[in-house]
């Protein structure tokens, strides 16, 4: 009866499992250097709903990993791990945008990844990073401050905000 919930909760149990069980096989054939098998298991997995296989699928076709490189589909992949709570989709469509040139979406994206994990390091260090690299200092330091606050034993944040502290004196 799975857990009272019946045939539909049962069917949805075993396509997690099945979705899981992939996103794990695609991680042993890629450190195998295996990229066309564990793109296809990505595939699979991702398209069962399984988020860290959108995710990664969204950077296997950013890569060119066992696929073509191919952008846009990247970005359909990222966009669905967001939508299903992954902040890393937001990050990973914002550092697109910023290599694209495209700076107004990459600074929504690089909002949407914070909203999501508001003190997470990586993503406040990028988005103050992006924001010094456009010579918006004042706007970098609150998001080099909380990435510094998120890991204080980071020598290369640690840097980045004396530098902009520095620039704004």
Sequence with gaps: ???FGGAKMCAKQETSVYAERLFREAEKLEEKGDFRNAFKRLL???QSGHVGSQ???GNFYAWGRGV??????AAYWYKKAYRNGESTGALNLAIDRRNAGDVRSAVAWFKKAIAISPR???TNHDFGEF???EGKIIEAIP?????QRAMPSSIGNGYDL???YEKTS
């Design 1 to 3: 009866d799975c857990d």
């Design 44 to 46: 699979a997995s991702a």
């Design 55 to 57: 995710l990664n699928l």
């Design 68 to 73: 073509g490189r191919d952008l846009r589909s």
């Design 120 to 122: 997470d390091y990586e």
């Design 131 to 133: 924001y010094a690299h």
């Design 143 to 147: 998001y080099l401050e909380t990435a």
């Design 162 to 164: 004396a530098l902009a």
